[in-house]
């Protein structure tokens, strides 16, 4: 791993009117790894989250990608930075065909310029075959080849959830950022998922996962943040978080004996029918 942290992030805070959501948060993700993102509901992990990738914008807050000082006050502008995301709800373009979908996200990395679309020149014409290359190179990674021409809307939960990663991966990103992506996923498509998490990590890519599903965050992850009420309450790898006291107290409560909890597997409260605050629910 590089001495250098692929992203930096340090001395967060957001305030919603009378609502602190995040009070000097901040966390450090070396190239490579896969960091996760939990905590209870109203914890503030999803305004984190979209403040990294620009969704929102801090009050305050430092932010270094690979090194360099960045300022996430746009999507667009972060996307460019490197960072690319999913979302919660899924956020497909639902009558477009699957490979436009990752045409689309590929075009932030293009270079020639509107005359010479208006054109179609040459240079333009090259450009456009390499995209639909690539875009369908990314669809065979995540098993989507075979439904290229079909429209997004047609696609099972679980495809969706594939084609919308793949069109993250399209933008050729440093970190790619997931919000939530196994939620409203039955144990099949888990499964898949996690498999298609580790054939991306072992691409050399580094990724952030924010994820309800805390079992899923510690068999996947290398490193853990947990915040709480809008607080880092603790960070490292998911033994060490798993059996932080701050941690079991924040997700069942002070009210209770000592938890001696099993290799990889904490005990999940959240109620997928209830709303969160900071985010959508499928």
Partial sequence: MSPTPLL??????????GVQALQGVGLSIQR?????LIGPNGAGKTTFFNVITGLVAADHGHFH????????SAVHRVARAGIARTFQNIRLFSEMSVLDNVRVGRHVRTRVGWWQAVFRT?????????ITRDAMALL??????????????????????????ARALA?????LALDEPAA???ATEKVALRELIERIRAQGRTILLIEHDVKLVMGLCDQVTVLDQGQLIAQGRPEQVQADARVIEAYLGSAHQAYELPHEEVVDTHDPDADDEEGDRP
């Fill in 65 to 72: 990608l690979a090194g360099q000082r960045y300022k996430p």
């Fill in 8 to 17: 930096q992030v340090s001395e967060v805070s957001k305030r919603f009117g």
């Fill in 140 to 165: 065979d990674f995540v098993g989507l080849s075979d439904q290229a021409e079909r429209m997004a809307r047609t696609l099972s939960y679980g495809d969706q959830r594939r084609l919308e990663i």
């Fill in 122 to 130: 040459s240079a333009f014409q090259r450009e456009e075959a390499a």
């Fill in 184 to 186: 409203g996923m039955n």
């Fill in 171 to 175: 933008t050729e990103p440093q970190l």
């Fill in 32 to 36: 490579g790894e896969v960091h996760g």
